[in-house]
Nanobody, 118 residues
Framework: QVQLVESGGGLVQSGGSLRLSCAAS?????????MGWYRRTPGKQRELVAT???????NYADSVKGRFTISRDNAKNTVYLQMNSLKPEDTAVYYC???????????WGQGTQVTVSS
């Protein structure tokens, strides 16, 4: 069983930056797991923000390319999301995700609120 604890959300002005962290515990996050971030705004489905494989291959939503950077520290079982040039439309609850690529089972964090004021 994997537990995920997120941190780093908050309120920031448009154009500002935030860094989200997500630490996994309860199981070693081995090479079969991808890690990532999703977000959800009221009235919308949860959408992918970025993912990263154990080897460091990344994937980003078009809306965040060039502004957000995902990284992971495999030794610490931690994934990060550096968010720069934030826009009001980035306001959402951000969820950490760990996916077992063999079973396709997803683990989710509790979510952290990011609010960008204009």
């Amino acid at each position: 069983q994997v537990q995920l604890v997120e941190s780093g959300g908050g309120l920031v002005q448009s154009g500002g930056s935030l860094r989200l962290s997500c630490a996994a515990s309860g199981s070693t996050i081995s090479s079969i797991y991808t890690m990532g971030w999703y977000r959800r705004t009221p009235g919308k489905q949860r959408e992918l923000v970025a993912t990263i494989t154990y080897g460091g291959s990344t994937n980003y939503a078009d809306s965040v390319k060039g502004r957000f950077t995902i990284s992971r520290d495999n030794a610490k079982n931690t994934v990060y999301l550096q968010m720069n040039s934030l826009k009001p439309e980035d306001t959402a609850v951000y969820y950490c995700n760990v996916r077992n690529t063999i079973t396709r089972f997803d683990y989710w964090g509790q979510g952290t609120q990011v609010t960008v004021s204009s």
